[in-house]
C-alpha cells in the first residue's frame, strides 16, 4: 500500500546541487519518507510557501495545524529531523566527537564548496559541461536550442559571480592544492574505518558526499583528478547515495581517543586552510570592511566578507564555550598542532 503523500517529508531541491544531494542521502540513511521535488525558486510549486531566502533545498514541513513551514540551510534541518524522527541518528552522543563531526561538516559546507564552484566556472570545458545540465536538471522538455541559450546566460553570469566565493586568479592554487590534499586525507580515513568518524556515516559525511557529488562527478576536470587520485573516493559516493540498508551500532562511532588521532591531518587541514579563512572573514566584517585581503597556506586571498560564515564560526566558538571543562580539556588535546584549538580557547 502507498503511503500517504501527507505522511512524507517534501523537499524542493536539483541535483546540481550538493545540499539537496546531502540532505537526500541523509533522508535514505535514516529511513525517513520522502518526496523530492526536483525543481526551484524560478518556478514555484504550486500551494506551497517560499522560504524567506531562496536555497536549495527547501523542506516543507508540515505543523499540527496543517499549516506548511518552509525551510532552507542543510545544518539546522539535519538537527531538526533529529528531533523529530527517531534513530539511525547522524550525530554522535559523545561530545568530543559531537563537536568534531560538527567542525567537519563546517568545513564540507563552507570551504569544499568554494572548490565545487571554483571547478564547475573556472574552466571552459567546465562551464561547458555546467551549462546545459543546470538548464535540464531544471527544464528536460526545453528544445536544444533555447537551453543553449539559457545556459550562455547562466554560465556568464555564473563565472562573473567567481569572485564571491574567493576563485580568482590569485587564489585558484590554493583552492585546487587544499581539495587534492583533502582527497588524500579521506582516502585514508576511508581505508581505516569506512567514514569520517567510524563505521558509520555522520552529518559530516553526508556534507562531504554531497559536496562530491559534484566535484567528483559532475564536474569534468575535478571529476578526473579525483578519480586518478582515488578510486577508492569515487567508489564511496556510489554507496553513499543510498545507506538505507546499514544497521549501525552505538559501538561503530570512533572512541574520543581514536577519533583525535585517526582525524589528525583533517583537523590539521581544516587549520590550514578554513580556520585563517573564518577569521579574516569575522575581522573584516566587524570592521565593516565589504572584502578582506589575507594570506591562506602562504599565499594571498582575497574575497567579499560573508555574513553567514561569520555566523559560522561565532557557532563553533559558541558551542565550544558551552561544554563542560573536560570535554573542553579533551578536544585541546585532539585539537592541538592542528590550527584549530583556537576554537576551544
Known amino acids: 500500500m502507498a503511503r500517504p503523500e501527507e505522511d512524507r517529508l517534501r523537499l524542493m531541491g536539483a541535483p546540481g546541487s550538493p545540499y539537496t544531494r546531502k540532505m537526500l542521502a541523509l533522508l ?7 518526496a523530492m521535488l526536483w525543481g526551484g525558486h524560478q518556478n514555484p510549486i504550486e500551494g506551497l510557501p517560499s522560504p524567506k531566502v531562496k536555497l536549495l533545498p527547501t523542506f516543507y514541513f508540515t505543523g499540527a495545524d496543517g499549516t506548511i513551514e518552509a525551510a532552507v540551510d542543510s545544518t539546522p534541518i539535519t538537527r531538526r529531523l533529529e528531533t523529530e524522527y527517531e534513530g ?3 550525530l ?11 567542525l567537519i561538516e563546517d568545513y564540507a ?5 568554494k572548490a565545487m564552484f571554483h571547478y564547475r566556472w573556472y574552466f571552459e570545458a567546465d562551464r561547458d559541461n555546467a551549462g546545459p545540465l543546470l538548464v535540464y536538471w531544471s527544464l528536460p522538455t526545453l528544445a536544444g536550442p533555447d537551453a543553449q541559450r539559457m545556459a550562455d546566460m547562466f554560465s556568464k553570469r555564473q563565472t562573473e559571480r567567481l569572485y564571491v566565493v574567493g576563485s580568482n586568479d590569485v587564489t585558484a592554487s590554493t583552492i585546487e592544492e587544499s581539495y587534492l590534499r583533502f582527497i588524500d586525507i579521506l582516502d585514508a580515513l576511508l581505508q581505516y574505518a569506512g567514514y569520517v568518524l567510524g563505521a558509520r556515516p555522520s552529518s ?17 576536470t575535478s571529476a578526473a583528478l579525483t578519480r586518478a587520485r582515488s578510486a577508492r573516493v569515487r567508489a564511496w559516493l556510489d554507496r553513499m547515495e543510498d545507506l538505507s540498508g546499514l544497521e549501525p551500532s552505538d559501538a561503530d562511532w570512533f572512541m574520543p581517543d581514536q577519533a583525535g588521532k585517526v582525524l589528525k591531518p583533517l583537523l590539521a587541514e581544516i587549520g590550514r586552510v578554513y580556520l585563517p579563512f573564518l577569521k579574516a572573514n569575522a575581522e573584516a566584517l566587524a570592521a565593516g570592511k565589504p572584502d578582506f585581503e589575507t ?3 602562504g599565499q594571498a586571498w582575497q574575497q567579499p566578507t560573508f555574513p553567514y560564515q561569520a555566523k559560522c564560526l561565532q557557532s563553533l566558538l559558541q558551542t565550544a564555550k558551552a561544554l563542560p571543562v573536560d570535554v573542553r580539556d579533551a578536544l585541546n588535546k585532539h585539537l592541538s598542532g592542528t590550527g584549530c584549538e583556537a576554537l576551544i580557547q
Do not use: K
Not at 92 to 102: G, T
Not at 109 to 113: A, G, Y
Not at 210 to 220: F, K, R
Open 28 to 34: 535514505r540513511y535514516r529511513r525517513i519518507p520522502y
Open 88 to 90: 539511525r541518528s547522524v
Open 92 to 102: 554522535p552522543s559523545d561530545p568530543v566527537l559531537a563537536y568534531l563531526n560538527e
Open 109 to 113: 559546507d563552507e570551504w569544499l564548496t
Open 204 to 220: 559530516a559525511d553526508f556534507a562531504i558526499y554531497g559536496q562530491l557529488t559534484q566535484l567528483a562527478i559532475v564536474e569534468p
Open 295 to 297: 594570506e591562506i597556506d
